[in-house]
C-alpha cells in the first residue's frame, strides 16, 4: 500500500517520466528524419538500426537498460 | 568501407559494453540475496557471452555494413542462401520474443496497478501505456527505443545510487538495527563456515554424518549445496 505522500510523489513522478520519453523521442524522430533524407534503404537503415551510428554512452545505456530489464522478468 | 576513425569509434563501443556486462555479472541481487556464493556462476557465465560477441559480433558488424543486412535473418539467408532457413530463424526468434513481451506487458500491468492502487485486473492502463510506446517506435524507430533506454538506464543508476542513502535516512543503518529482533550471527554464512566446519572435522570418523546432519539441519544456504557434495565424496574418498 502507497501511503498519501508517496502517492502524491507518483503522481508527479510518473507523467514527468513520460514526458522525459516524449522528449526523447522527438529528438530520436529528428534525429532519423535527418538520416532518412537518402534512398529507400537509408530509410530502413534509420528506422530499424538507428542509421548503424549509435555512440558509447547510448549502446551502452541501450544495452544496461535492456539487460537490466530482462533480469526483473526472468527474476534473477 | 570500414575506415580507421569507424573502428576507434566500434573500439570504444565496446569498452563500454565491456564495462556495462563487467557491471551485469557483478549485481544479480535477487540471487546473490537467496543463494549467496552460487550467484557467482554469473561470471563465466556471462563473461562467455561476452567472448562470444567479441568473437562474431564485430564481425558480424562489418559484414552488415559490407552486404547492406538489415538484421541478423539477413546475414543468415545470405550466407546459407536458404528461404527455409530464414523463415526457421524467424519463427524461433519470434516465439521467445512474444512469450517475453506478454510477461513485460503483464509485469506492468501488475505494477501500474498496484502503484496507483486500481483493481488488478484493470487494462484500460497499460492499453494506454502500449500505445503510447507503439506511437515512440514507430516516430523514432530505434533510435528513439535506444534514447528512451538510456533515459531509463540514468534513471536506475540513480536510483540504486540513491537507494542506500534513502534507506539509512528513513530506516537507519546497521547500528539502528534491534539486536534482539536481529542477532549478530556468530559466523556469517559464506564458504568460510564450510571451510572451518571441515578443517575441524576432517580427521573426525564421523565426518560424513556430521555434514550430512549440518546439511539437513539447513544451518549453511542451499547455495554451498554442490561443494557440501563435492566435500562429501572427497571424505568419503579418503576416509
Known amino acids: 500500500m502507497v501511503s498519501e505522500e508517496n502517492r502524491t510523489g507518483l503522481y508527479v513522478a510518473v507523467p514527468v517520466y513520460f514526458c522525459m520519453l516524449g522528449v526523447a523521442t522527438y529528438w530520436a524522430y529528428i534525429r532519423m528524419e535527418k538520416m532518412s533524407a537518402g534512398g529507400v534503404s537509408d530509410k530502413l537503415a534509420a528506422h530499424y538500426l538507428g542509421g548503424r551510428d549509435f555512440g558509447p554512452l547510448l549502446t551502452a545505456g541501450t544495452l544496461f537498460a535492456s539487460l537490466f530489464s530482462g533480469y526483473t522478468v526472468v527474476g534473477v | ?239
Not at chain 2, 9 to 24: A, D, E, I
Not at chain 2, 127 to 133: L, S, T
Not at chain 2, 142 to 149: E, K, P, W
Not at chain 2, 154 to 166: E, G, H, K, N, R
Request: hydrophobic residues 45%; charged residues 15%; contains cysteine.
Open chain 2, 1 to 239: 568501407m570500414i575506415t580507421s576513425k569507424s573502428r576507434q569509434k566500434l573500439g570504444r563501443q565496446n569498452s563500454l559494453t565491456l564495462l556495462v556486462s563487467f557491471l551485469q555479472w557483478h549485481i544479480s541481487p535477487n540471487e546473490a540475496y537467496q543463494r549467496g556464493f552460487y550467484s557467482l556462476r554469473w561470471i563465466p557465465a556471462v563473461n562467455s557471452i561476452v567472448a562470444g560477441y567479441f568473437g562474431t559480433g564485430l564481425r558480424l558488424r562489418k559484414a552488415s555494413i559490407l552486404r547492406n543486412h538489415q538484421s541478423p535473418v539477413d546475414f543468415i539467408t545470405d550466407r546459407y542462401q536458404s528461404q527455409i532457413l530464414r523463415y526457421t530463424v524467424v519463427v524461433l526468434q519470434l516465439f521467445p520474443s512474444i512469450i517475453y513481451l506478454a510477461a513485460q506487458v503483464i509485469a506492468i500491468q501488475g505494477t501500474f496497478n498496484s502503484i496507483f492502487e486500481l483493481d488488478p485486473d484493470e487494462s484500460y492502463p497499460v492499453i494506454i501505456i502500449m500505445g503510447m510506446i507503439l506511437i515512440f517506435e514507430w516516430l523514432g524507430g530505434l533510435n528513439s527505443v535506444a534514447l528512451t533506454d538510456l533515459f531509463q538506464a540514468i534513471v536506475m543508476v540513480a536510483s540504486f545510487v540513491i537507494l542506500p542513502s534513502v534507506v539509512v535516512k528513513n530506516f537507519g543503518g546497521w547500528t539502528d538495527l534491534d539486536p534482539d529482533t536481529f542477532p549478530r550471527p556468530e559466523t556469517y554464512q559464506t564458504m568460510s563456515k564450510v571451510s572451518l566446519v571441515s578443517a575441524n572435522n576432517i580427521t573426525d570418523n564421523n565426518f560424513v554424518e556430521q555434514l550430512t546432519e549440518l546439511c539437513l539441519s539447513r544451518l549453511l544456504p542451499p547455495s554451498l549445496s554442490l561443494i557440501e557434495i563435492t566435500m562429501g565424496i572427497l571424505a568419503i574418498l579418503f576416509s
